[in-house]
């Protein structure tokens, strides 16, 4: 597990919100699991995190 940056859950927040319309606290994603995805830039982090637990993706404009 790799330690998170304090930047990137705010910016992984975003990336989700856009990708699913969610954040990490809406699927209660804790310490652990966002360390899970530190290693990956939020622009990966996010789809990586949809496609390993099957979100579907929000309608985007």
């Known amino acids: 597990m790799t330690k998170i940056h304090p930047a990137h859950p705010e910016a992984c927040d975003k990336k989700l919100l856009h990708l699913f319309a969610i954040d990490h606290s809406d699927v209660d994603m804790d310490d652990y699991l966002l360390g899970c995805y ?19 993706r929000a309608n985007a404009p």
């Not at 530190?38 to 579907?56: N, Q, T, V």
């Open 38 to 56: 530190a290693d990956l830039p939020p622009r990966e982090s996010a789809p990586a995190f949809g496609s390993d637990y099957g979100l579907e």
